[in-house]
C-alpha cells in the first residue's frame, strides 16, 4: 500500500519545528499517495525525514498536524488523546464536580486535537468537527469519549453542519452517535441552564464565559444591569444571583430571548427585577437612557476573516461608545470581543477610541480571556480568541 505523504519544500519545517500544529498549501512542494480530503498523511521535510502526521485538507490550512512523534493514528491514539484532556478538567476542578457539570471537553489545538471541540453539558456530550479528518473519525471518538466519561454519560450528539467545510463532499448531517435524548437541563457553578444543542448556536451554550459571568456576579449586587446579545441570558442568570437591582436583556433573536426568560424562570421563578426584550443591539443602545451602571457586551464574532477586520474594529469602536456615552457615572462595562482574527491589542485600541469619542475618564479593572478548559496551546497563539475588558466609567 503506497503511504499518503507531504513533501514540503525546503526550509518550509521552521514552523513544525516550532511545534506549530498547521501546515500552509504554500509550504508544500507536492502530495504523494493520492490522499482524500480528511485522510492521515504523514509530512516529511524535503529532505525526506520525518516531521509529523496530520489530516489534510482542502485550502490554505493544508494538513492540521495530530503528532509530531513518529506515531500511527489508531483507535488508541484516540482514547489516550480524550482520556488526557479529560484528565486536566478533572485535575483543575473544572469536571466531576456537584456544582458544575457544564465544560469543555476538547478544545480543538488546545488539546492537541485541531478540528475538534466537544461540550459537555450534564449527561450530554456535544461534538462539533470543523474539519474533514475529524468528521470522518468521529464514531470512533465518540466511542472514547463514551469509555473516558463512562456510565454518566447517557448521550453524545454530532453538530458539524455548519462547521465543516462547506465545499467538502461528505454528508453534513447532525444526529446522535450515542443515546438519543433531545432535552436537558445542565448546572454550571450551581445555576441551572436549559440547553438547546438541536438549534442553538455553537453547542447550544457559551461555555467560554463561565469564569466572567462568576466574576460580573460579585459586581452586580444593587446595580441596574443590562445584558446585550444575551443569547440564552447567562450573564444576566449570575447577576440575578449577585443581587442586581434589576437586569434587562436584549438580543435580536426572539428565540433566544425565550431561553433567557425560560432560564431565569428555572433558577428565579417570579422575580420581577427581570425583563427582556427582542431588539437589535444598536437600536436599544441609541434609544435607551441613562438608566444602567453596568452594562455587558458580548457580541457574535464581527470579524470571522482577516479581510473583515476592518469592518469588525469600526463595529466594535461605535458600540462600546455608545456604552460609555449611555453608562452612569461610576459605572462598569464589562467588553468582549471573540472573534480569532482581532487581537487584544486591536480590540483594546478599539475600545480606547470609543472611550476617547464618548469624552469620558475610564480605567480598566480586568483584562479578560477564555476559561482554563478552553486551553491555548503554546505553541499555537491563534487559539486565543476570546478577549475582554472590565472597565470603570467615572
Given at each position: 500500500?503506497?503511504?499518503?505523504?507531504?513533501?514540503?519544500?525546503?526550509?518550509?519545517?521552521?514552523?513544525?519545528?516550532?511545534?506549530?500544529?498547521?501546515?500552509?498549501?504554500?509550504?508544500?512542494?507536492?502530495?504523494?499517495?493520492?490522499?482524500?480530503?480528511?485522510?492521515?498523511?504523514?509530512?516529511?521535510?524535503?529532505?525526506?525525514?520525518?516531521?509529523?502526521?496530520?489530516?489534510?485538507?482542502?485550502?490554505?490550512?493544508?494538513?492540521?498536524?495530530?503528532?509530531?512523534?513518529?506515531?500511527?493514528?489508531?483507535?488508541?491514539?484516540?482514547?489516550?488523546?480524550?482520556?488526557?484532556?479529560?484528565?486536566?478538567?478533572?485535575?483543575?476542578?473544572?469536571?466531576?464536580?456537584?456544582?458544575?457539570?457544564?465544560?469543555?471537553?476538547?478544545?480543538?489545538?488546545?488539546?492537541?486535537?485541531?478540528?475538534?471541540?466537544?461540550?459537555?453539558?450534564?449527561?450530554?456530550?456535544?461534538?462539533?468537527?470543523?474539519?474533514?479528518?475529524?468528521?470522518?473519525?468521529?464514531?470512533?471518538?465518540?466511542?472514547?469519549?463514551?469509555?473516558?466519561?463512562?456510565?454518566?454519560?447517557?448521550?453524545?450528539?454530532?453538530?458539524?453542519?455548519?462547521?465543516?467545510?462547506?465545499?467538502?463532499?461528505?454528508?453534513?448531517?447532525?444526529?446522535?452517535?450515542?443515546?438519543?435524548?433531545?432535552?436537558?437541563?445542565?448546572?454550571?457553578?450551581?445555576?441551572?441552564?436549559?440547553?438547546?444543542?438541536?438549534?442553538?448556536?455553537?453547542?447550544?451554550?457559551?461555555?467560554?464565559?463561565?469564569?466572567?459571568?462568576?466574576?460580573?456576579?460579585?459586581?452586580?449586587?444593587?446595580?441596574?444591569?443590562?445584558?446585550?446579545?444575551?443569547?440564552?441570558?447567562?450573564?444576566?442568570?449570575?447577576a440575578l444571583r449577585g443581587g442586581a437591582e434589576l437586569v434587562h436583556s436584549v438580543d435580536s433573536s426572539a428565540k433566544a430571548i425565550d431561553l433567557t426568560n425560560a432560564n431565569v424562570a428555572i433558577?428565579?421563578?417570579?422575580?420581577?427585577?427581570?425583563?427582556?426584550?427582542?431588539?437589535?443591539?444598536?437600536?436599544?443602545?441609541?434609544?435607551?437612557?441613562?438608566?444602567?451602571?453596568?452594562?455587558?457586551?458580548?457580541?457574535?464574532?464581527?470579524?470571522?476573516?482577516?479581510?473583515?477586520?476592518?469592518?469588525?474594529?469600526?463595529?466594535?469602536?461605535?458600540?462600546?461608545?455608545?456604552?460609555?456615552?449611555?453608562?452612569?457615572?461610576?459605572?462598569?462595562?464589562?467588553?468582549?470581543?471573540?472573534?480569532?482574527?482581532?487581537?487584544?491589542?486591536?480590540?483594546?485600541?478599539?475600545?480606547?477610541?470609543?472611550?476617547?469619542?464618548?469624552?469620558?475618564?475610564?480605567?480598566?479593572?480586568?483584562?479578560?480571556?477564555?476559561?482554563?478548559?478552553?486551553?491555548?496551546?503554546?505553541?499555537?497563539?491563534?487559539?486565543?480568541?476570546?478577549?475582554?475588558?472590565?472597565?470603570?466609567?467615572?
Amino acid at each position: 500500500m503506497t503511504e499518503k505523504s507531504v513533501i514540503l519544500k525546503r526550509g518550509k519545517e521552521e514552523s513544525l519545528q516550532r511545534f506549530h500544529p498547521w501546515i500552509f498549501s504554500g509550504a508544500i512542494h507536492h502530495i504523494e499517495g493520492k490522499p482524500e480530503e480528511g485522510d492521515v498523511v504523514t509530512v516529511y521535510t524535503a529532505e525526506r525525514k520525518f516531521i509529523a502526521r496530520g489530516h489534510v485538507q482542502v485550502g490554505s490550512i493544508a494538513v492540521r498536524v495530530l503528532t509530531f512523534d513518529d506515531e500511527p493514528i489508531t483507535d488508541e491514539f484516540w482514547y489516550k488523546r480524550i482520556a488526557t484532556a479529560y484528565h486536566l478538567r478533572t485535575s483543575i476542578g473544572i469536571a466531576g464536580t456537584p456544582t458544575n457539570d457544564t465544560y469543555r471537553l476538547v478544545h480543538g489545538e488546545g488539546d492537541n486535537l485541531p478540528g475538534l471541540v466537544i461540550d459537555i453539558y450534564g449527561d450530554t456530550a456535544v461534538m462539533q468537527a470543523h474539519s474533514v479528518g475529524m468528521h470522518v473519525n468521529r464514531h470512533i471518538i465518540a466511542k472514547a469519549v463514551k469509555e473516558t466519561l463512562g456510565e454518566g454519560l447517557k448521550n453524545i450528539y454530532y453538530k458539524s453542519d455548519t462547521t465543516l467545510p462547506y465545499k467538502a463532499d461528505i454528508n453534513k448531517d447532525n444526529g446522535y452517535l450515542y443515546g438519543g435524548n433531545a432535552g436537558n437541563v445542565s448546572t454550571e457553578y450551581g445555576l441551572k441552564f436549559h440547553i438547546d444543542w438541536l438549534r442553538g448556536q455553537k453547542t447550544g451554550f457559551f461555555v467560554d464565559q463561565r469564569e466572567n459571568r462568576s466574576l460580573l456576579e460579585k459586581y452586580a449586587k444593587g446595580r441596574k444591569l443590562l445584558n446585550m446579545f444575551c443569547y440564552t441570558g447567562g450573564f444576566s442568570i449570575y447577576a440575578l444571583r449577585g443581587g442586581a437591582e434589576l437586569v434587562h436583556s436584549v438580543d435580536s433573536s426572539a428565540k433566544a430571548i425565550d431561553l433567557t426568560n425560560a432560564n431565569v424562570a428555572i433558577n428565579f421563578p417570579d422575580d420581577t427585577r427581570h425583563a427582556a426584550y427582542a431588539e437589535d443591539a444598536f437600536d436599544y443602545l441609541e434609544r435607551m437612557g441613562n438608566n444602567y451602571d453596568l452594562i455587558i457586551l458580548d457580541p457574535p464574532a464581527f470579524a470571522k476573516h482577516r479581510d473583515s477586520l476592518r469592518n469588525a474594529l469600526i463595529g466594535y469602536r461605535r458600540l462600546n461608545a455608545k456604552a460609555i456615552e449611555k453608562i452612569q457615572p461610576g459605572g462598569i462595562l464589562f467588553t468582549f470581543s471573540c472573534s480569532q482574527v482581532v487581537s487584544k491589542e486591536n480590540f483594546r485600541t478599539a475600545v480606547f477610541t470609543a472611550a476617547a469619542i464618548a469624552k469620558r475618564k475610564v480605567r480598566i479593572l480586568h483584562q479578560l480571556t477564555q476559561p482554563a478548559d478552553h486551553p491555548v496551546n503554546i505553541y499555537h497563539p491563534e487559539g486565543e480568541y476570546l478577549k475582554g475588558l472590565v472597565l470603570y466609567v467615572e
